[in-house]
């Protein structure tokens, strides 16, 4: 009886990767969630945070402080949760990869 259960979260721990590795948009998805506050691509206007061109590990970091509240936010603390490690992952690294506005 365990079996079946222990089987199916393997299938599962195995298949998600696969499913997010496989979908090439998935970053650029991930990252137009942001765009009401940070702009499209992450190009900010006014007092907003630009996230266009900021380094991955930055932005990471930036976001890890918000999910623990190190940094004071209005609604990033909880938004920042809402996501896995792979999927802040990747959304730094599709800013990174971004033109800032000049």
Known sequence: MIR?????????AVAAP???A?????????AATCANCHGTNGA????MKML?????DTLIAMIND???????????HQISKGYTDE?????AGYFA??????
């Open 52 to 56: 266009a061109g900021v380094k991955a």
């Open 18 to 20: 696969l499913a997010m």
């Open 66 to 76: 918000y999910r623990t509240a190190a940094q004071p936010a209005t609604i990033m």
């Open 44 to 47: 900010a206007r006014g007092d």
């Open 87 to 91: 999927q802040i992952r990747l959304i």
């Open 4 to 12: 079946l259960p222990l089987a199916a979260l393997a299938v599962l």
């Open 22 to 30: 496989q979908d090439a948009n998935l970053a650029r998805n991930l």
């Open 97 to 102: 990869a971004q033109q800032p506005r000049k």
